[in-house]
DNA sequence: CAGTAACA
DNA sequence: CACG
């Protein structure tokens, strides 16, 4: 078999985006209409809502969460917590698929045993942005990140651990999956605005998961 | 500072 | 890049 390759069924492509850093296109397109179905059930108890951050500015991303905790910011800081600010309820328990998938797609990546304790959901209407910044919020930074992308596609900013280190800038659609950890863990990263347009799955907005072992 | 705004 |  001179070119195998030739005749095997496409695989998802694999990017390492610096060491510890991989991109995996389209892993989480099987997944995907569980992964909608599940964020509609956690907006049902866990509304989202624009959170203010500690210079007293409001996100243009709407978020909610899910899992043991749930990242949250007001003027105090950031932290996670229990319960949702907004209702003093519990977040929503994680559902098995989002489970599964992070835990999939770290172990993908090079992060075997990956057990999330939360997944933060962000929602993305046009112009809505987040900064260049870390996750550094989390206990234990030994964990991976796992980032999953639904609905329409955006840019992403991929930096190094100083926040004035060069950044490089992807395309991340529709079940691309993104994880990192090791010498990456630390590094900033961000999304560019949301350009308008309509996805099949998520109407007119873009769905990010983030899931993390916090606590 | 997971922010905006003022730069050139 | 400075800022409050």
Redesign the pocket.
């Given at each position: 078999m001179a070119q195998p390759d030739l005749f095997a069924p496409p695989s998802p492509a694999r990017d390492i985006l610096s060491p510890g850093a991989l991109l995996l296109r389209g892993f989480a397109l099987d997944a995907a209409p569980d992964l909608l179905a599940g964020i509609a059930a956690i907006e049902a108890q866990a509304p989202f809502r624009h959170m203010v951050?500690?210079?007293?500015?409001t996100?243009?991303?709407a978020m909610t969460s899910c899992g043991a905790l749930g990242?949250v910011?007001d003027r105090r800081g950031?932290r996670y917590a229990p319960h949702d600010p907004d209702t003093g309820a519990p977040w929503p328990a994680m559902p098995e698929a989002f489970r599964a998938l992070a835990e999939r797609a770290a172990a993908e990546a090079g992060f075997p045993g990956f057990a999330p304790d939360t997944c933060?959901i962000?929602r993305y209407i046009p112009g809505a942005?987040?900064?260049?910044?870390?996750?550094?919020?989390e206990r234990d930074t030994g964990a991976p990140i796992v980032s999953v992308s639904l609905g329409l596609p955006a840019t992403f900013q991929w930096g190094g651990l100083q926040r004035?280190d060069t950044v490089r800038r992807l395309a991340l659609e529709h079940g691309d999956v993104l994880a990192w950890g090791g010498p990456s863990r630390l590094f900033h990263h961000?999304i560019l605005a949301l350009k308008p347009g309509h996805h099949p799955a998520t109407g007119a907005t873009r769905l990010n998961l983030?899931f993390r072992r916090a606590g």
């Open positions: 951050t500690p210079g007293g500015f996100m243009s991303v990242w910011t950031y933060l962000n942005k987040l900064a260049l910044h870390q996750d550094k919020d004035g961000g983030t």
